[in-house]
């Protein structure tokens, strides 16, 4: 039987007086007398609250014991099992007196942890290291085959260059930085990420966002634009049959409107359906072309900073713009993207991450990765905000790309393929508005999309 059609359960040991090898071999025989073949486990002596907030991520299964709080001297045991097998194991508990009877499985956890930091550049919790563990993200030296648009404020040729990216040029916006000239900002620190995840990926430079939007509707009209000119450059170069431009194409969009100002409408019948209305309605001519490019590239949105329990989000966002159902807005919610929130790097959700359900898609964010960390090769260089998340999660699905093409899979598919291999995912129909359908894992993804694939490309790592 595969180990896709496996689910990660918890199991909690009191320890009393035996010594944790004793208990360590106590569930293996347990686990050995139930299970045809046994996944490596992970084993938590002592859990700190460190432990107890990353449980938290896993809030959503259902207890199978009486439920009691992990304290110090117990442990933890994650581990794969099949259906069946988690039913043996559960029916041996509840059949004996012993030590057995002093394991707990799957532990209900409260969902209602998270952590705020006072300002989004501080404090920062982890480093690249940590993020990579989290998501289950292998270090590699292969050369990411896949093209990379950033849809920022500019980036530095120089620093792709650094960081083992090759720079593809951009797409030149009056008033706004020449391509590959950013030094440093927002949209390095995207760059960044995104090639520690996806090495050797071309970088392409679309720098459309402005340091402040004033006016919204105008920069609306002007993404609209761009976005056009975009996909119809990327069709036209794909028809040349060169090989660089038949790579697949990633849209990186670690952006949001944080305030909607007079176009907020809630509560009034035309609501969705105003035509200069961005935030709820599909057929916004913004809208309609993040929709056409996402049947043919992979989208993907960063969900936002509005989160309610965001101190920055008291300073940046509109007053009827933050919290859940009123902070992921427009084209971050559309169906065809994949939206990201934030989570720190043992998996606690951050507070200021923007909260489902979205205005154009009510289950949105889609998924989460890690944020708030430092970097390994400079301390002082800060990941933080949905931003960081999102330029993770599209070093992902680039390094995905690389191996399975959309001629094997539509974004779609790809999408679909991220959110069933999550991490804390439960069952096919689990979500909430903080972490979506669970946290991004590579490697879970990869062996999927390998399984779903035939085989026909070469295996992941």
Known sequence: ??????????????????????????????????????????????????????????????????????????????????????????????????????????????????????????????????AHRLMSIPRSDEKSDVNVVIIDQGVSQQLIEHSHGAFGGGWEISGLPTPGTTKGGHGSMLARNILQVAPGATIFDLPLIPADIANVPAFLSDAQAALEDLL????????????????????VNSWAVFNIGEEHRRGEPEYSTHPLNYTANPKHPLNLTVGHAGSKYDIVFAAGNCGQFGSISRTRCGAHDIGPGR??????????????????????????????????????????????????????????????????????????????DDKIFSPKEMKRILIETALGRVDHSYWDGQLGHGIINYTNAAREAGRRSGGNLTSPE
């Not at 509840?94 to 998270?114: E, F, H, N």
């Not at 119809?232 to 849209?251: E, M, Y």
């Open 327 to 404: 902070s992921i807005l427009g084209a971050n919610s559309h169906p065809d993207v994949l939206t990201v929130g934030a989570v720190r790097t043992d998996g606690l959700w951050l507070g200021y991450s923007s909260q489902g359900p979205g205005t154009l898609y009510p289950r949105k964010p889609d998924l989460c990765a890690a944020s708030q960390f430092s970097d390994n090769e400079d301390a002082h260089a800060g990941n933080t905000g949905t931003s960081a998340a999102c330029a993770l999660a599209a070093g992902v699905v680039a390094r995905l790309r690389s191996k399975w």
């Open 232 to 251: 119809a450059s990327i069709d036209g170069l794909r028809k040349k049959g060169d090989a660089r431009w038949q790579r697949p194409w990633v849209l």
């Open 1 to 130: 039987m595969s180990s896709t059609n496996r689910k990660r359960h918890y199991l909690a040991l009191k320890l009393d007086s035996r010594e944790p090898r004793d208990w360590e071999q106590h569930v293996e025989g347990l686990l050995s007398r139930h299970c045809s073949t046994k996944e490596e486990g992970d084993w938590f002596l002592k859990p700190s609250k460190r432990m107890r907030l990353m449980l938290a991520t896993h809030s959503g299964l259902k207890p199978a014991f009486e439920p009691f709080e992990i304290e110090p001297d117990k442990k933890v045991c994650s581990v794969a099992l099949h259906e069946h097998e988690w039913r043996g194991i559960w029916d041996e508990i509840q059949a004996t007196s012993g030590p057995s009877r002093q394991i707990a499985i799957d532990l209900p956890l409260r969902r209602t942890d998270y952590w705020n930091p006072a300002e989004a550049m501080q404090p920062l919790f982890g480093d690249t290291k940590a």
